[in-house]
């Protein structure tokens, strides 16, 4: 029953999000995928503070070197592949959290914020006080990355709603890929983390190397939805690596619902949407945000997903009635 | 039930184990064994250093003295994944569960530790069926079968309690470090963990500590009593129940003792 109704939900959500172009008009197809790549973004550091429990405020980084990785990476004459360098651009964010994590794992708690915090702007300084990449300005992406499979292009990313559907495919993808690991043994053991780390440990695991591989993974991701970002804005500059950055995704992910898969993408969608009505309203717009953070903190713990139906709970049932066929639970 | 088992080599051992807590001795010049198909109970009253005897052995603390032996091999020092992995499985006095998961997670993940590596990102661990075998088993072991789809934090205290012995046991230890394992439960319940006990006992060295002492009595071959982080005395229970130091400093003052 409750699972139909998620699988309606759901498919009615992609439904519009797939007929969106056809309707809207193309400022917000752009806006909306600006919204979806924040939802990649948000659902990455979704991975780090809902399901392994650890408080990044520097997920930036991952997003902005990415970002950079493309603009330093394409020619200003012509176009980059776009596979070359989003493979580029992923495995630079993924390495780059392989050597931060590495350090910044062996913190905990209130260290561990402070730790992601440092590293993110150093790099952030990096980029805004050196001219490798032209400074406080940023640096331009004069021609998009061209999308080839073969001889031939299915997208022109320089189109709104090519570069669209590109996106909304990233999104649900990267969704469908966490619903998988978080499924899988690994999925199972970061979530051991969260609840208590002490007792995975005296079950034999060695967390840290867990701990590491869901950062890298997570900075991949990140890494994923800055390319995206660079590539539709055809600009990077050092705000994509900032702490400003860290915290409104961290925010999204507050806002949406820690530790669910639809939360962040609730998130996004709604964070971005508020921003912009209240921007509307009144140039103190960003006073608004934080009086619905507030609200969303005292009222929704578990976020706007909060809002929706314990699908989750329900499932775990529904599994193991079918592991045991015939028992039935009080 | 004491006495018969064939001697298997000594499993666990320890010489002169020390650990300091600024000038506090928690545990001072501890030396025991325990051998396969032992149970080695340790008694004492309260802040006699049972439990960070049992930290120590399990790496969850580590010695400021002395030595650890696991079969023969030296693992002082060692981090408690490590010494969980060599086979040493332990319980906590204070129950420490993942209360959000249900039994059957809580045990299933207890089962997947002994896999080489969790780092298995694309099936579902649900799907792993030996696992799940593990973990029922483990489940039915300690009598929880009927529970296994609910939530711990949802169990009373003492299937909580059950839920922490069936998690030590799906990670199929031979050595088993039980931290007053009966501390909570019902007539009932603990009766049937001392008949587990009992049964593992032939397979398993065990540790336990433990207050009940008709439990302790029927079930341990060795017994050592701890006073301020020292041994006291230790040897065959009724040897050790005759002592008078013992009588005077602990068990005199338990009438049913």
Known sequence: MSNRALAIGLSVGVALLVAFPFIGDRFYVQFVTKILIMAIFAGSLNLLVGYTGLVSLGHAAFFGVAGYILALYSPDTHAASFWTSLLLAVSGAALMALIIGTLVLRTSGIFFIMATLAFAEMLFYVFHDTAIAGGSDGIYIHERPVLMIGNWQPLDLAHSGHFYYLVLAFSIGVTLFMRTILRSPFGQVIVGIRVNEHRMRALGFHTFRYKLVCFVIAGGIAGLAGYLAAVQFGVVNPEMLGWHLSGSVLMMVILGGMGTLIGPILGAFSMMFLEEIFQTMTKHWQLLIGVVIVLVALFLPRGVAGLLPDWQRRRTKAGSAQRAPGKTHA | MRDDKPDSGTMLETRSLSRHFGGLSAVDGVSLTCRMGEVHA????????????????????????????????????????????????????????????????????????????????????????????????????????????????????????????????????????????????????????????????????????????????????????????????????????????????????????
Not at chain 2, 67 to 72: D, K, M, N, R, T
Not at chain 2, 112 to 136: E, G
Not at chain 2, 147 to 162: C, I, K, M, P
């Open chain 2, 42 to 257: 340790v008694i004492g009253p309260n802040g006699a250093g049972k439990s960070t005897l049992i930290n120590l052995l399990s790496g969850d603390l580590e010695p400021s003295a002395g030595q650890v032996f696991l079969h023969g091999d030296e693992v002082t020092g060692l981090s408690s994944p490590r010494i969980s992995l060599l086979g040493v499985g332990r319980s906590y006095q204070k129950t420490n569960v993942f209360l959000s998961f249900s039994v059957f997670e809580n045990c299933r993940l207890a089962a997947q530790s002994r896999l080489a590596t969790s780092m298995r990102f694309f099936r579902a661990a649900r799907s792993y069926r030996a696992l799940s075998d593990v973990a029922m088993r483990a489940i039915e072991q300690v009598g929880l079968a009927g529970r296994a789809d609910e939530r711990v934090d949802t169990l009373s205290h003492g299937e909580q309690r059950q839920v922490e012995i069936a998690m030590t046991l799906a990670t199929n230890p031979r050595v088993l470090l039980l931290d007053e394992p009966l501390a909570g439960m019902g007539a009932e319940e603990s009766s049937q963990i001392i008949e587990l006990l009992r049964a593992l006992s032939g397979g398993h060295a065990i540790l336990l500590v433990e207050h009940d002492m008709d439990a302790v009595f029927s079930l341990a071959n060795t017994l050592t009593v701890m006073v301020n982080g020292a041994v006291l005395e230790s040897g065959l229970p009724e040897t050790v129940r005759a002592s008078r130091a013992v009588q005077v400093a602990y068990l005199g003052e338990h009438s049913h003792a």
